[in-house]
């Protein structure tokens, strides 16, 4: 009975958080123009060279999604901030995992829609050929963006009671995402050039593996990054 | 051989003795190296209705969100019903209602998505939404957005999330701001309302005439400590010591 009322809970923040968006759009827009920005900059300084531009496609797609979605991390909890929410949310009874499973969602959600843009503009301005492995390669992507929204959402949690907060998040969440960026860039690129060499698979099952490592470890520790 | 008689009631005596909704015990909170707070002990029973006093930046507000689980003591234990604030969390949060000076609300939402969202996350029937809100007056804007309310508006609109709620022990810091007078009636009719229900409510006031007649006794925080009022205490606290003798709010206060 306690979990499907956490579940009601996480259910509700996601809607509240989605909705908020929906109706604000500030987020969105910016955190949309900021990931196609990165990657007009990526195209314009490699020029018109296709094979330096596709050999290049993977790295300035995932840079994008990172700095946009450091964005977007952030702004998850200035909501809260803003009105005094986030005590507000705190006050209701219900496991904590509750709140960070919510946000979580809802973050998830909300770079999934800015990924499907930087991805369909940088198809365009990297000349990207569209593999025939390309279910393989979303979930990569997926697999990629599950991971740093994990840690994303949990660090902008954890620095959301600081006043240095946009400062203190990229210096916290960084050197935590170095392996799932290596694993996402490398697969990325592997597969966009046809996997020729098998080696797809090793980078997805770390992928995997650090993704269910920083899910488990997030859900634990959110409790105590949230008290004060 | 033991009286029969006398054991049962020795053995009874615990539940004939008036529960108490909070129960400090040399609560205390340091911000750095500074103490804000150097052992409270305070006890509210069921039913009572306690007014917290003190001149600003004694520690009220710390002790309010202490009690609501915001703020982890430095030392010390508190229990609302008997559950640990520091080590039971979840249950001291379906007893507490906290009524602070944020409003903790969505702007982006209009009144009524604001109040199906606390029902949501509160585990209470969105059916009482509607009635919440005409008790408080908002009906007319409930498909608003927050953004555009007034402070008072915003409120009326936490007091309804509050009325939703229905706690049973109710922690109001400074309650009466920004209300009007019809607000504040809103507010002694809710405060009396939940007393009538059996329920307790600690209050934090700078001004004692708004909560004449809803208060059972008053006490204050000085050094960190609580200490019952004299008349010089509140004077120095800048409170009228005229508001609490008038007739309606003269009741237990000592």
């Known amino acids: 009975m306690a979990f499907r009322d956490d579940l009601r809970r996480t259910r509700a923040i996601v809607w509240k958080d989605l909705t908020t968006e929906r109706r604000s759009k500030a987020g969105f827009n910016a955190v949309a123009s900021l990931g196609v920005t990165i990657l007009v900059l990526f195209g314009l300084t490699l020029g018109p060279d296709t094979p330096a531009l596709r050999a290049a496609a993977a790295g300035a797609l995932w840079l994008a999604v990172l700095f946009a979605g450091v964005l977007a991390f952030n702004r998850s909890y200035q909501v809260e901030l803003d009105g005094g929410a986030l005590e507000a949310l705190l006050l209701y009874p219900g496991s904590r995992w509750a709140i960070f499973a919510g946000k979580l969602i809802a973050n998830l959600i909300f770079v999934t829609a800015m990924l499907v843009i930087v991805v369909a503009v940088g198809i365009v301005l990297f000349q990207v050929v569209v593999p025939a492995q390309w279910p393989a390669l979303v979930g990569v992507m997926m697999l990629g963006v599950i991971g740093i929204v994990a840690l994303g959402t949990f660090y902008a949690a954890m620095s959301s009671r600081s006043r240095a907060r946009e400062v203190l998040l990229p210096l916290l969440l960084y050197p935590m995402l170095i392996p799932v960026l290596l694993a996402s860039t490398t697969a990325t690129k592997v597969l966009l050039n046809g996997d020729l060499m098998h080696e797809a698979g090793a980078w997805v099952q770390m992928l995997s593996a650090f993704d269910v490592i920083f899910l488990v470890a997030t859900f634990l520790a959110f409790e105590y990054v949230i008290e004060v | 051989?033991?009286?029969?008689?006398?054991?049962?009631?020795?053995?009874?005596?615990?539940?004939?003795?008036?529960?108490?909704?909070?129960?400090?015990?040399?609560?205390?909170?340091?911000?750095?190296?500074?103490?804000?707070?150097?052992?409270?002990?305070?006890?509210?029973?069921?039913?009572?209705?306690?007014?917290?006093?003190?001149?600003?930046?004694?520690?009220?507000?710390?002790?309010?969100?202490?009690?609501?689980?915001?703020?982890?003591?430095?030392?010390?234990?508190?229990?609302?019903?008997?559950?640990?604030?520091?080590?039971?969390?979840?249950?001291?949060?379906?007893?507490?209602?906290?009524?602070?000076?944020?409003?903790?609300?969505?702007?982006?939402?209009?009144?009524?998505?604001?109040?199906?969202?606390?029902?949501?996350?509160?585990?209470?029937?969105?059916?009482?939404?509607?009635?919440?809100?005409?008790?408080?007056?908002?009906?007319?804007?409930?498909?608003?957005?927050?953004?555009?309310?007034?402070?008072?508006?915003?409120?009326?609109?936490?007091?309804?999330?509050?009325?939703?709620?229905?706690?049973?022990?109710?922690?109001?810091?400074?309650?009466?701001?920004?209300?009007?007078v019809a607000g504040i009636s809103l507010m002694n009719g809710f405060i009396r309302e939940l007393n009538a229900a059996g329920g307790a409510a600690v209050v934090v006031l700078h001004d004692l005439v708004p909560a004449q007649g809803v208060l059972d006794r008053t006490v204050t925080i000085r050094d960190g400590r609580v200490h019952t009022p004299s008349t010089a205490d509140l004077r120095h606290d800048g409170v009228s010591p005229e508001a609490i003798t008038a007739p309606a709010g003269a009741a237990g206060i000592s």
């Open chain 2, 1 to 180: 051989m033991p009286n029969p008689l006398i054991t049962a009631v020795q053995n009874s005596a615990p539940l004939l003795a008036p529960e108490l909704a909070l129960d400090a015990r040399g609560v205390a909170r340091r911000f750095g190296a500074r103490w804000v707070l150097r052992g409270v002990n305070l006890q509210v029973r069921a039913g009572e209705m306690v007014g917290l006093l003190g001149h600003n930046g004694c520690g009220k507000s710390t002790f309010m969100r202490i009690v609501a689980t915001l703020l982890k003591a430095s030392a010390g234990d508190c229990f609302v019903y008997g559950a640990n604030v520091k080590t039971e969390g979840d249950d001291v949060r379906h007893h507490v209602g906290f009524f602070s000076h944020i409003p903790g609300l969505y702007d982006d939402l209009s009144a009524r998505e604001n109040l199906a969202f606390a029902a949501t996350m509160l585990g209470f029937p969105s059916a009482d939404i509607d009635a919440a809100l005409e008790r408080v007056g908002l009906t007319h804007v409930m498909h608003e957005h927050v953004r555009g309310f007034s402070a008072g508006m915003q409120r009326r609109l936490s007091l309804a999330r509050l009325i939703l709620q229905r706690p049973r022990l109710l922690l109001l810091d400074e309650p009466y701001n920004n209300l009007d």
